[in-house]
């Protein structure tokens, strides 16, 4: 199966706050119990779409129906993705969207990838159109979110939160334009490359992690050809939990 890469799910980024922002992020990225949060306006002040950058199942939705309740639905990825930091699952909560854009949405559908989910509001008291959304690895771990110590309600997931651009590529044939980062800086999709293992007589090791010091998960004979999603620092990741060092592949 071939795994898809987790992409920025906005045509323009135009993020208006990120996780270290003082207007109402900074209780949840400083809080005891953390996520990072951003929220993202689109390219002007209407309302994008948020699209799904690969297939991803609805797994609670709260506060349709109610205006002073935030609309939030959770995301889990089908699969296990493609990352900047690995291949795993990926969970998350987008909020602010409209009851109209979500009326007949049901726990348990899956937007493919590439569909066209809801678009920025204001529900629930947002100032201006966006949609604030915090992700994380993992799966969905009900409720969904907890308040901290500060009285944010952070995300919880069966792994862990991670900041934006640890988890989201940028896709420069989707995400075409930038109007503001708020500084965060996102890798860009890299691309598939076949490439041969190369060690003479004896076998890889194939990594769970990309570390030595990491789990031998499997051996791999000179010239197997090998697919390589994407690097982190030396080591290329060939699948899910599944790492090499570059030195040992080669390019014919
Ligand atoms: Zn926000």
């Known amino acids: 199966m071939a795994l898809q890469y987790f992409t920025y799910p906005f045509k323009t980024m135009g993020i208006s706050q990120s996780y270290t ?32 950058p690969v297939d991803l199942v609805v797994e609670k939705i709260y506060g349709r129906g109610s205006s002073r309740q935030p609309n939030t639905v959770w995301l889990q990825t089908k699969n296990k993705v493609i990352t900047p930091i690995g291949v795993c699952y990926v969970c998350g909560r987008a909020t602010h969207m409209s009851d109209a854009d979500i009326r007949n949405l049901k726990v348990g559908h899956v937007f493919k990838a590439g ?9 629930g008291g947002a100032t201006g159109n966006h949609i604030h959304m915090t992700w994380g690895t993992g799966k969905y771990k009900s409720p969904g979110w907890k308040a901290n110590n500060k009285g944010a309600y952070v995300l919880i997931t069966t792994g862990s939160n991670k900041k934006p651009e640890q988890i989201f590529f940028r896709d420069k044939a989707f995400t075409k334009k930038v109007r503001s980062t708020q500084g965060l800086d996102f890798k860009t999709k890299p691309s598939k490359k076949t490439m041969y293992v190369s060690t003479g007589k004896s076998r ?16 791999l004979k000179n010239g197997t050809k090998v697919t390589v999603y994407c690097t982190r620092g030396n080591w290329c990741c060939i699948g899910a939990n599944m790492w090499v060092h570059k030195k040992y592949l080669k390019a014919k």
């Open 21 to 52: 922002g003082s207007y109402s992020h900074e209780k949840y990225s400083t809080g005891n119990r953390k996520d990072y949060p951003i929220d993202e306006a689109g390219s002007d002040t209407g309302r994008d779409y948020m699209y799904a």
């Open 115 to 123: 569909a066209k989910m809801f678009r920025e509001y204001v529900d």
């Open 204 to 219: 890889l090791n194939v990594r769970k992690s990309y570390s030595t010091t990491s789990a031998v998960v499997g051996k």
